[in-house]
């Protein structure tokens, strides 16, 4: 086995940030999907009360997934160091050795 490689903040800070701009392409994503699907759903409605209920469930869900998505965020911010320092490490054991 190779000895471990010596990983930059700027190569940690570069896969953090595409992380980060995943998530909050993750989160537009959803929140365009959702949206398309409550205004087809809504000119399915009949009443008032059912597209209240709808729009309330589509804002409950899209609150928490969102509420998800940040609290994947904040970890990667937290423990940023810990999740990709090995995991960079390992990437250029493997190129070193290809």
């Given at each position: 086995?190779?000895?471990?490689?010596?990983?930059?903040?700027?190569?940690?800070?570069?896969v953090?940030?595409?992380?980060?701009?995943?998530?909050?392409?993750?989160?537009?994503?959803?929140?365009?999907?959702?949206?398309?699907?409550?205004?087809?759903?809504?000119?399915?409605?009949?009443?008032?009360?059912?597209?209240?209920?709808?729009?309330?469930?589509?804002?409950?869900?899209?609150?928490?997934?969102?509420?998800?998505?940040?609290?994947?965020?904040?970890?990667?911010?937290?423990?940023k160091?810990?999740?990709?320092?090995?995991?960079?490490?390992?990437?250029?054991?493997?190129?070193?050795?290809?």
């Amino acid at each position: 086995m190779g000895s471990k490689m010596e990983v930059s903040e700027a190569e940690i800070q570069k896969v953090y940030h595409r992380d980060c701009i995943l998530l909050a392409g993750f989160a537009i994503f959803m929140w365009c999907i959702l949206s398309t699907i409550l205004r087809q759903a809504l000119q399915v409605a009949g009443d008032s009360t059912t597209r209240t209920i709808m729009i309330c469930i589509a804002l409950v869900t899209g609150s928490a997934l969102s509420l998800g998505l940040f609290a994947v965020y904040r970890h990667l911010k937290r423990n940023k160091d810990v999740i990709y320092k090995e995991d960079l490490e390992n990437l250029k054991l493997q190129k070193k050795d290809a």
